[in-house]
């Protein structure tokens, strides 16, 4: 059946203020919870800030009060959907047990994404980023062992796979390189500017967060990484932000921003299996209906266009989070080489990508190479949860 968020009506905006105690959501139980609930969670935490952070950029670029008014009424309930979605992650874990939580979302959201992609030149960029996040998940997975004495696949639950992915240490680029070619908004797929909307908000999300939460940690090797990742992370916004045409009005970007949330908790509405957290999800897509309603109504008035030029007749299939262990596989077998140059990509190493290198690393070994050196130190071994056989490159074993 198709649902066509254009077609329904949602709870009117008057009705969708909440009291502290309905915000006062039950977190999940780590123990016990489905680790892509937990995952469901960080991914929609990722796409209510950024349609804060977007509201806010509209607004200050905006010099009608009538609208801003407006705009602020709607981004205040999106952000009390950002702590009731984000209050749902549980106090006793840890900061590097959600970072791992955060880098199985970028492993499995990026594959779906990139499995699903109809675009070639956006494929292959969602392609190029797994890989690199993939390896993010088995450097977090060594510290966390190193320094927590605990292991990953505790937390991932055999749904996600940990081992090396392109070496975080080659992820450092000149930041020219990082920037690629946008889609054109006049003859994309509806479904491309959803996906490059998820992609961008799931990385800005995990960007902030190492960001503030690195330097909380003591054990210097731990800040270290933080730091590095970090920067790999601000790459990445480059990378995804560039795939978004820059043509698009701040209406059409504000009719997909709110769209884009219609399908997103349409979705994770569709497969979840905690009734408390499917209950949060069907609640906040009614209210997102009445969210897009008003941006169309915004649209029409001050771009002059119907919202239907722009946005899919209907939601695409749901986004799903599932296992994507073969695909992963596969792209470890063709693509781990991989570099950028300029728009395109590259196997070579070049000129820049030298310079970068050794201007960054000053031919001492990063800190994502310190923590494995320390972790093989430790124990004798790297840590992998390698659940379909050996690594698929030779090297890697």
């Known amino acids: 059946m198709t649902f066509n968020p254009l077609e329904q009506r949602g709870i009117p905006l008057d009705r969708q203020l909440r009291s502290w105690r309905e915000l006062n959501v039950e977190p999940i139980d780590p123990d016990a919870a489905d680790p892509y609930t937990r995952c469901r969670i960080i991914a929609m935490n990722g796409i209510e800030t950024e349609a804060i952070f977007f509201g806010h950029h509209l607004a200050r670029n905006c010099d009608d009060v009538q609208v801003k008014q407006q705009l602020a009424r709607t981004r205040y309930i999106e952000a009390q959907q950002q702590k009731a979605v984000n209050w749902l992650l549980p106090g006793v874990s840890s900061v ?64 996600t796979e940990v081992m090396p992915g392109r070496p975080t240490p080659l992820h450092h680029r000149n930041p020219v390189d990082n920037v690629r070619e946008p889609y054109d908004r006049t003859s994309v797929n509806p479904l491309s500017k959803l996906h490059a909307l998820t992609i961008m908000a799931a990385e800005q999300q995990t960007m902030n967060f190492y960001m503030n939460t690195g330097p909380t940690y003591m054990e210097p090797i731990a800040r270290q990484l933080y730091q590095e990742i970090g920067l790999i992370e601000e790459e990445h916004v480059t990378h995804y932000e560039s795939l978004v045409d820059p043509g698009e009005t701040w209406w059409e970007q504000l009719v997909n921003h709110e769209y884009n949330e219609c399908y997103l908790y349409y979705s994770f509405m569709e497969q979840e299996s905690d009734p408390k957290v499917k209950a949060i999800w069907e609640l906040h897509l009614n209210m997102e209906l009445e969210h897009l309603r008003v941006a169309c109504d915004l649209m029409r008035r001050h771009d002059g266009r119907e919202p239907e030029e722009v946005l899919a007749p209907a939601l695409p299939n749901v986004l799903t989070f599932e296992p994507n262990k073969a695909y992963l596989r596969e792209l470890l077998e063709t693509q781990m080489d991989l570099t950028t140059l300029g728009t395109g990509y590259v196997r070579e190493a070049h000129e820049r990508f030298e310079q970068m290198q050794e201007r960054l690393h000053e031919g001492e070994a990063p800190p994502s190479d310190r923590v494995m050196a320390q972790h093989q130190e430790m124990f004798g071994r790297d840590y992998r949860e390698e659940t379909e056989g050996p690594h698929p490159v030779d090297p890697q074993r």
């Open 96 to 159: 590097l047990e959600t970072t791992i939580a955060y880098e199985q979302v970028a492993v499995d959201l990026t594959a779906w994404v990139a499995r699903m992609e109809p675009d070639p030149y956006l494929k292959q960029a969602y392609e190029f980023g797994v890989l690199e996040d993939f390896d993010h998940l088995y450097r977090y997975a060594n510290l966390y062992e190193m320094i927590e004495h605990r292991k990953a696949e505790s937390i991932v639950d055999g749904l």
